[in-house]
């Protein structure tokens, strides 16, 4: 099983709304990656967890809250977000550092509206 | 900071064709590096990894070299398919402790029936 799974696929939310991207992997993965992507640009790393704690923060506005439960669950919590915000958010995981094989496997995306 | 460029942006060529898809990094120091696959709207499909101590992976059609200290990776697809038609990215992970992957620029293909 090499799946990513995200959900929901979909959002549409206001910008007073506060709703929860949600990622999942049963690789026995320890990275995890939320990447946001722009239509035409390449991913653009937001935060990256290893062994369930915070290693990068790519300077991203507190407006975007990760939080990672377990080993196999990575959330993206959104507040108070702006319609600049609108854009294809990505989850991937690896399997981290010393683990030989770094391949790494991304989910299909939530495609975010803010209105 | 690691910087990937990928040549050409965009790429159209007819069914049938063999053709190159040409990816550069900055900084030779890398962990790895992989190609992806994505088609609109939808996320990255894996397509190789190759190693920094590895020259070439192959895939079916695909094959992808590494040329780890000029700075470049290739990924030929042979006898293309309009099914091949996707943008392609390619990424490297750098050799210090955190895990980011640094993504190139993309070529949109299209390959014409």
């Known amino acids: 099983d090499t799946e990513v799974t995200q959900t929901p696929k979909h959002l549409v939310m206001g910008m007073t709304n506060k709703k929860s991207l949600k990622c999942e992997q049963h690789?026995?993965?320890?990275?995890m990656y939320w990447y946001k992507q722009k239509a035409k640009k390449p991913p653009e790393l937001m935060f990256v967890?290893?062994?369930?704690?915070?290693?990068i923060n790519e300077s991203v506005p507190s407006r975007f809250s990760p939080e990672c439960p377990n080993s196999s669950l990575l959330n993206l919590h959104l507040h108070a977000l702006q319609p600049e915000d609108s854009a294809l958010y990505l989850c991937?995981?690896?399997?981290?550092?010393?683990?030989?094989?770094?391949?790494?496997?991304f989910g299909q995306g939530t495609r975010l509206t803010v209105v | 900071k690691q910087e990937v460029t990928q040549i050409p942006a965009a790429l159209s060529v007819p069914e049938g064709e063999n053709l190159v898809l040409n990816c550069s990094f900055t900084?030779?120091?890398?962990?790895?590096l992989q190609w992806f696959r994505q088609d609109p709207g939808k996320g990255l499909t894996s397509l190789l990894l190759?190693?920094?101590?590895?020259r070439e992976q192959t895939s079916g059609r695909l094959n992808a070299s590494l040329d780890k200290s000029s700075g470049r990776s290739t990924l030929y697809i042979a006898a293309s398919q309009p099914g091949d038609s996707a943008t392609y990215l390619c990424?490297?992970?750098?050799?210090?402790?955190?895990?980011?992957?640094?993504f190139g620029t993309g070529t949109r293909l299209t390959v014409i029936p």
């Open positions: 991937a995981s690896s399997p981290g550092r010393g683990q030989g094989n770094t391949e790494a496997f």
């Open positions: 690789m026995g993965h320890r990275a």
């Open positions: 967890y290893s062994y369930e704690k915070l290693s």
């Open positions: 900084d030779s120091a890398i962990y790895n």
């Open positions: 190759i190693q920094s101590s590895q």
């Open positions: 990424a490297v992970q750098d050799q210090t402790g955190a895990n980011n992957l640094f």
